[in-house]
Structure formats: structure tokens, C-alpha cells
Nanobody, 129 residues
């Protein structure tokens, strides 16, 4: 059974930075396509970033491109989301997710929640203006 546990959320002023962590168990992140999503109150879950299982394909939502960076530490079996130049509109609960398949389905496929089989519980990020 794969378990994902997010951490690192909090309250930050606009322009600040946060780094979210997603600790995985039950499956190595080095062989798992991992994504980050977010959901603001009253809105649908929104794609943020994805890293392919090989680590060679990375894709970001236009809204975060140039400000957020997805990375992983295979030794710690953890995926990160470095968030810089935060804006109030980045306020949301952030979720990490994992795909149990061992092939990369493409950026469009992974921008949708049904592509993922496992989800974390989420971590709140609040950006004040």
C-alpha cells in the first residue's frame, strides 16, 4: 500500500517562499510519476506540477511556471515542491499524488486527477497580501 504524507505548508507573506515535502512509503519515488495539485475553497482541484518516474520529464501549470520547482530525493523517498514568489492566489490545500503505472502517459494526461492512484491528505498554504 502506497502512503503519501505532505508537510511544509503554512502562512507566508506575498513574495515569500515555502517548500512542501511529500514523503512516500510502499513504493520508491524513483520509479513513480509524482504530481502536485492544489484546491482552493469552492474551486476544483487544480494541477500544479508533475515529474515523470524517470525524473527527465517535468511539466508545470502556466500559473506557477518560473516560480515553483518540483524535485525529488530518492534516498529519502521524498518529492518536493519549492514555491517562490508566492501570491495570494496560490492559497490552497496542496496535495501530492502518485501514479502506480510504470510508463509516462504525457503531460496532458497527468494534468488531470484521474491519472493518479494515490493521494496524500494535503497541507494548507496561505499567502497573505
Amino acid at each position: 500500500q502506497v502512503q503519501l504524507v505532505e508537510s511544509g505548508g503554512g502562512l507566508v507573506q506575498a513574495g515569500g517562499s515555502l517548500r512542501l515535502s511529500c514523503a512516500a512509503s510502499g513504493r520508491p519515488v524513483s520509479s513513480t510519476t509524482m504530481g502536485w495539485f492544489r484546491q482552493a475553497p469552492g474551486k476544483e482541484r487544480e494541477f500544479v506540477a508533475v515529474m515523470s518516474w524517470s525524473g527527465t520529464r517535468i511539466y508545470y501549470a502556466d500559473s506557477v511556471k518560473g516560480r515553483f520547482t518540483i524535485s525529488r530525493d530518492n534516498a529519502k523517498n521524498t518529492v518536493y515542491l519549492q514555491m517562490d514568489s508566492l501570491k495570494p492566489e496560490d492559497t490552497a490545500v496542496y496535495y501530492c499524488a502518485a501514479d502506480r503505472d510504470t510508463y509516462y502517459g504525457g503531460s496532458s494526461y497527468y494534468s488531470l486527477p484521474p491519472a493518479y492512484d494515490y493521494w496524500g491528505q494535503g497541507t494548507q498554504v496561505t499567502v497573505s497580501s
